[in-house]
T-cell receptor, first 112, second 114 residues
């Protein structure tokens, strides 16, 4: 069984730019969620997708948006990047009952 | 955003010692999870708890879901060098099939001295 894979692993962007991060879910999982982890902090919930619809969202502005595709892979898009957006972005997948999330290794985004 | 109160923030212990860490919340949860994160990796699930009062073990790890549903603890017995890492608690409140996401603590950094 394949785990959760994320790409790219590292990324450097300039303030004001837009970025797209990608995630492939673990085999058999149909739910994907995204988290932002600042240095020295625990992950913060951004949003979750189930059956290609957003069904849960944390306290993040609308410039954080996402997509889920029919094969359950997902994208996280961030517009108008700010310096504070620098963080590790984690994707997690789970089955429909949300029990036990499997995390990817993350994408390290640096905004300069 | 909200984070759980996790303590201690860091622990310096000798190999072979037992470890205990806990997590408290002002909100109730119906699921508590414990994760371990190594440098450059995502969190890995250690133990999942689904009922208040539940006590669950996974090898040398034991975790409990508090009766009030507002707290949980994790114990590690006879620590070994590979236990080094950051341990996170996470709570989730599931409601009507929707998803509130996981709320994480700030982590406990476990350091084992030779």
């Amino acid at each position: 069984e394949t785990g959760v894979t994320q790409s790219p692993t590292h990324l450097i962007k300039t303030r004001g730019q837009q970025v797209t991060l990608r995630c492939s879910s673990q085999s058999g999982h149909n739910t994907v969620s995204w988290y932002q982890q600042a240095l020295g902090q625990g992950p913060q919930f951004i949003f979750q997708y189930y059956r290609e619809e957003e069904n849960g969202r944390g306290n993040f502005p609308p410039r954080f948006s996402g997509l889920q595709f029919p094969n359950y892979s997902s994208e996280l898009n961030v517009n108008a990047l700010e310096l504070d957006d620098s963080a590790l972005y984690l994707c997690a997948s789970s089955s429909w009952d949300f029990y036990g999330y499997t995390f990817g290794s993350g994408t390290r985004l640096t905004v300069v | 955003g909200q984070q759980l109160n996790q303590s201690p923030q860091s622990m310096f212990i000798q190999e072979g010692e037992d470890v205990s860490m806990n997590c408290t919340s002002s909100s109730i949860f119906n699921t508590w999870l414990w994760y371990k994160q190594d440098p450059g990796e995502g969190p890995v699930l250690l133990i999942a708890l689904y009922k208040a009062g539940e006590l669950t073990s996974n090898g040398r790890l034991t975790a409990q879901f508090g009766i009030t549903r507002k707290d949980s603890f994790l114990n590690i017995s006879a620590s070994i060098p590979s236990d080094v890492g950051i341990y996170f608690c996470a709570g989730q409140l599931l409601s009507g099939g929707g998803a509130d996401g996981l709320t994480f603590g700030k982590g406990t950094h476990l350091i084992i001295q030779p």
